[in-house]
C-alpha cells in the first residue's frame, strides 16, 4: 500500500528564519507533488518532481527528491508571513491508478 | 481563464438526508478526480473520471457514495442516506492528461447534523 508521512505536522517559525519539511513515502512512486492551502481555499500547485535528484525553487521555497530514500523535501528560506498556509506532498505511481496519495499536511505558522 | 468550479460552496443537511455535490472542471480538461478532507487530515482519493473510459471507483467508501460524469463537462457526487461521519470538504480536481497536474477546485464543505 502506498503511504506518505510528513513532518512536522504543525511548525511555528519566525520571519527570516529557515526550515524544512519531510515527505517520507512507503514504496516507489512515479512522481510526487508539493501542494499549498491557504485557510478555506482550495490546493494550488507548487511544484512537481520525477527523477532521483530533482530540485526545483520557487522564491524562498526549494523542493528536492531523493527516490533511493523515497524522501522528499521542502525547504523554506527566510520566512515571511505570506509563506504561512498548510503544505501537502503526494505521490502518485501507475500500478496504483490515476489517484494522488496525499500525506497529512504540515501546518505552517510564520509569526511576525 | 476560469478554474475549477464546485457547488455548493458549504452544505448543512441531517443524517439520513442525500446531499447531491457538483463539479465544473476546467474546459478541455479530460480527467476529473474527487477527494475528501476530513478536518486536519490530507486528502483521500475517491473516485476518477477519464474521457468516456470507464470511471476508477475503488476509492469511495461505500456503497452510499456515487458519482457521474457527463461527456468530459459536469461531475456531480451523491451520498445517499448521509452519516455524521461523511462530514468533510468534497474537492474535485481535474487534470488536461491521464495522470497529470490536478488543479483543484475550492470544494464543497459538507455537515451533516
Known amino acids: 500500500e502506498l503511504k506518505v508521512e510528513q513532518n512536522p505536522l504543525f511548525l511555528s517559525m519566525q520571519e527570516g528564519k529557515n526550515y524544512t519539511i519531510y515527505c517520507n513515502y512507503s514504496t516507489t512512486s512515479d512522481r510526487l507533488y508539493w501542494y499549498r492551502q491557504d485557510p478555506g481555499k482550495s490546493l494550488e500547485s507548487l511544484f512537481v518532481l520525477l527523477s532521483n535528484g530533482a530540485v526545483k525553487q520557487e522564491g524562498r521555497l526549494m523542493a528536492s527528491l531523493d527516490t533511493k530514500a523515497r524522501l522528499s523535501t521542502l525547504h523554506i528560506t527566510a520566512a515571511v508571513h505570506d509563506l504561512s498556509a498548510t503544505y501537502f506532498c503526494?505521490?502518485?505511481?501507475?500500478?496504483?491508478?490515476?489517484?494522488?496519495?496525499f500525506g497529512a499536511g504540515t501546518i505552517l505558522r510564520v509569526k511576525s | 481563464g476560469a478554474g475549477v468550479s464546485q457547488s455548493p460552496s458549504n452544505k448543512v443537511t441531517e443524517k439520513g438526508k442525500d446531499v447531491e455535490l457538483r463539479c465544473d472542471p476546467i474546459s478541455g480538461h479530460t480527467a476529473l478526480y474527487w477527494y475528501r478532507q476530513r478536518l486536519g487530515q490530507g486528502l483521500e482519493f475517491l473516485i476518477y473520471f477519464q474521457g468516456n473510459s470507464a470511471p476508477d471507483k475503488s476509492g469511495l467508501p461505500s456503497d452510499r457514495f456515487s458519482a457521474e460524469r457527463t461527456g468530459e463537462s459536469v461531475s456531480t457526487l451523491t451520498i445517499q442516506r448521509t452519516q455524521q461521519e461523511d462530514s468533510a470538504v468534497y474537492l474535485c480536481?481535474?487534470?488536461?492528461?491521464?495522470?497529470?497536474?490536478?488543479?483543484f477546485g475550492p470544494g464543497t464543505r459538507l455537515l451533516v447534523l
Open positions: 480536481a481535474s487534470s488536461p492528461l491521464p495522470r497529470g497536474t490536478q488543479y
Open positions: 503526494a505521490v502518485d505511481r501507475l500500478e496504483y491508478g490515476n489517484k494522488l496519495v
